[in-house]
């Protein structure tokens, strides 16, 4: 009897034996990267021994009947003969046969929790099945051979590192298990992908992916008209910023480093690089650009896809234009692109610190499958500060095993740099000559002062007073509301050049008022921006005044970045000021950072000098009060991981869950902005590549709360396409400031189409 793996359009088969067999040659390539080969071979060749059962051939042949064809594998290799067998004798060999057996179990469906065999849904009920309740698959032995020579143990489980990374050692087990997990279904995804899609094979296998050597040629020869700028003190120093870069790249071995670069000093330039050198001297495989801010990132991407070219890059973030890119790219560009976003085979991806972290943490076939590419990299943390405080010890936790265990070097690029080594983690400045005190001396452009005293309320009129006194100025809050007033009462005013930005406004419309901005700015025209702090990390506009609602430290040293960036005027205003109580939220995050920074600003001389942002991250991160692990893993994560864990059952799931930058509260609503996006939504139920769809419509998407999402619900304001919520009623979106509530006056006449 043959047996089958899958089925294709054409009416052929692809032989089970064959399957497996090339599974596991992808999943041992995979697993080399970190040392662990032999178990990524044998994980690929046992995954799918379930579907040598009739059964499932049935179900191959297309029936309809449900099989369970993952835990054989699982529950064989955990059996106490084959486990030592196949992986050997000593203590760590049913660990590491465990982790087989979780990555089979879960190839499909997730990685879960240890568990017990009473609970649901758990890797241990599961593979507590008796054989009778398995369909029988025994005839998998007469098509494939299991190796059975000794695999030697992982660099971890080595007596040497195992003794010295005891009381982290659930840590890095949990580590090694989603990585070795990312291996297997990654293989199986390319090799199913290949035997179903021809063309996708040809493609993909056809492909020349520059190398970083030719990739830092390339960087040299976009920097080269850069370096024959005007001779200013800036441009001389931002030189100095790289060359510091370039040598410290070939001179250090790989680690966790730091880059300590103020606001206009060429930072993602230079931290570029950094990136592409040391990859090239340790023969580094890819560089990941992690950006906290979908504001920023398309404008980071773009310097790096005219630096180094298009061939060369994979962004993968919600913001991505999928469909501009199609315009202006062939079938093939666009299709090979799709598939380098599944697992970040690229030679530098462009990511944001959401998808980076939350895929680190996650228990998901989807999420994890690009884990594996991430070892043997360069990965750049822009705006490392910026990292929710929540889940500092578990991000760093992470960075640091992908530099001890994994062949990586991680670069901590900011401008405000928390005290690293503090909280565990020291990391080596790359800014040795200038040093980053030299640096905040020569790119000093900003005077700060307060209006009143740090905690005088001034009122939304005397802040409109301040706004209409200057042509240009920029006017930075904490609220969408406070935003939105502010905005309602200059624009009673008909001043030209008004403009507001906030989190209600999408993305491709945000866009579009940058660009005005960036316009009126450059040409000496009136512009007055009243903005969430959306603006303040990385976006590129230069305003000689900045007010600042008050706030964490670190968001006004942001927004200081966007005044006098350029460095045109002798010393450019920044004004921060205490709102009324719709600017300031009672509680939370916001509240208590800005209490923070209160205190740094009435004991330090100089706000923005390495001692007060030190002090402030100091008291942000309870480094003062002993409350630094309560701070810093508000979710517990660490604990689930810790040293009492001494059997090494992982609750994958419960990670997973628990790990969640974005607020789960809240949810995506698409805005038909314009014809291109009432055009996809008209054919997505009837599309036959629906992902492709629905990530052309991430730029048209708002993100509310659970609670405006029912009020709108309420107002029938919304409707589904193929599974997507819609904006129906576009009154109830502004032109000036975006999604309005239902509650809001709306004049039906203003439609915008």
């Known amino acids: ?30 697993a080399q990267a970190f040392g662990a080969k032999e178990l990524g071979y044998l994980a690929g060749l046992l995954h799918d021994i379930g579907k040598y059962s009739e059964p499932f051939q049935q179900r191959v042949q297309g029936k309809n009947v449900r099989v369970d064809h993952s835990t054989a594998g699982a529950k064989w290799i955990l059996e106490k003969a084959s486990c030592h067998q196949h992986i050997g004798t000593s203590g760590a060999a049913n660990y590491l046969a465990r982790l087989v057996a979780l990555c089979i179990a879960g190839h499909h469906g997730g990685l879960q929790n240890y568990g017990t065999r009473d609970e649901e849904g758990t890797f241990k009920r599961r593979v507590s099945k008796s054989y009778s309740e398995l369909p029988k698959w025994t005839s998998a032995w007469d098509e494939i051979q299991v190796p059975t020579g000794r695999i030697p143990l992982p660099p971890l489980f080595q007596p040497n590192l195992l003794f010295k990374h005891k009381d982290h050692l659930a840590w890095k087990y949990s580590f090694l298990g989603r990585m070795l997990y990312s291996c297997l279904v990654d293989a199986d995804s390319i090799d199913t992908r290949d035997y179903t899609c021809e063309a996708d094979r040809i493609l993909m296998q056809g492909r020349k992916q ?57 930072k993602t330039l230079s931290s570029l690089v950094f990136a592409l050198e040391h990859a090239a001297s340790h023969k580094l495989r890819r560089i990941i650009y992690v950006i906290p801010f979908t504001s920023i990132i398309e404008q980071n991407a773009a310097v790096f896809a005219r630096a180094l070219g298009e061939d060369a890059i994979v962004e993968h973030h919600s913001n991505f234009n999928l469909d501009e890119y199609e315009e202006n790219h062939s079938a093939a560009e666009v299709r090979q692109l799709k598939l380098g976003t599944e697992n970040w085979d690229a030679p530098v991806i462009v990511t944001t610190s959401v998808q980076f972290f939350e895929s680190l943490f996650s228990n998901k076939r989807s999420k994890c499958r690009k884990l594996h590419h991430i070892a043997g990299s360069v990965i750049v943390l822009d705006e490392a500060q910026s990292l929710p405080r929540g889940y500092v010890k578990p991000c760093l936790h992470a960075l640091q095993e992908l530099v001890e265990h994994y062949n990586c070097s991680v670069v901590l690029c900011t401008a405000t740099q928390p005290s690293w080594d503090k909280l565990g983690f020291p990391a080596k400045e790359l800014m040795d000559a200038p040093t980053p005190g030299e640096l905040m001396d020569t790119f000093k452009r900003v005077h700060l002062t307060s209006y009143g005293a740090l905690d005088d309320r001034i009122s939304d009129e005397t802040v409109a007073d301040w706004i209409m006194e200057s042509e240009q100025i920029l006017c930075i809050v904490n609220t969408r509301k406070h935003a939105r007033l502010l905005y309602d009462r200059l624009q009673s005013f008909e001043q030209e050049g008004l403009y507001h930005l906030s989190g209600r406004m999408c993305a491709l419309h945000r ?17 007055r921006v009243i903005s969430t702090q959306l603006i303040e990390a990385g976006v590129d506009v230069d305003f000689p005044k900045v007010l600042r609602a008050m706030a964490g430290l670190d968001s006004i040293a942001q927004a200081a970045g966007r005044c006098n960036r350029e460095g045109r005027l002798d010393i450019g205003e920044v004004i921060v000021f205490y709102p009324e109580r719709h600017g300031m939220p009672e509680k939370g995050w916001m509240k208590e950072t800005a209490a923070e920074a209160q205190h740094v600003l009435r004991y330090e001389e100089e706000a923005f000098s390495q001692a007060a942002m ?77 992902a492709a769809e629905l990530r052309k419509l991430q730029p048209y998407s708002v993100q509310v709360y659970s609670f405006e999402l029912a009020a709108m619900k309420s107002a029938e304001l919304l409707q589904k396409s193929g599974g997507v919520l819609y904006l129906t009623e576009m009154a109830y979106y502004s032109k000036q400031t975006g999604l309005l509530q239902p509650d809001d006056v709306v004049e039906h006449e203003v439609l915008l189409f």
Do not use: W
């Open 1 to 30: 009897m043959a047996f089958y793996a899958h089925s294709r359009d054409d009416g052929d088969f692809q032989l089970l034996h064959v399957h497996l067999l090339n599974v596991a040659q992808r999943c041992e390539a995979n």
């Open 210 to 266: 520059p190398a970083m050597q030719q990739l830092l040629e390339r960087l040299d020869r976009f920097l080269q008209p850069l370096e024959k700028a005007e001779q200013s003190v800036i441009n001389m120093q931002r030189r100095r910023i790289q060359e510091s870069c370039r040598r410290q790249a070939r001179s250090s071995k790989r680690g966790l480093f730091s880059l300590s670069v103020p606001t206009g000093g060429g």
């Open 614 to 690: 030190q002090n402030y991250f100091d008291r942000i991160y309870g480094l003062n009060d002993n409350t630094v692990l309560q701070k810093t893993d508000s979710q517990g994560i660490m604990s689930l991981l810790s040293d009492k864990n001494g059997n090494l059952e992982i609750p994958y799931e419960e990670i997973s869950n628990r790990f969640e930058f974005i607020d789960g509260q809240m949810q995506s609503i698409v805005i038909p902005f314009d014809q291109k996006a009432r055009s996809i939504l008209e054919s997505l139920p009837y599309s036959q590549y629906p």
């Open 511 to 527: 866009q579009l008022i940058f660009k005005e901005i960036r316009e009126r700015l450059r040409d000496g025209l009136p512009c």
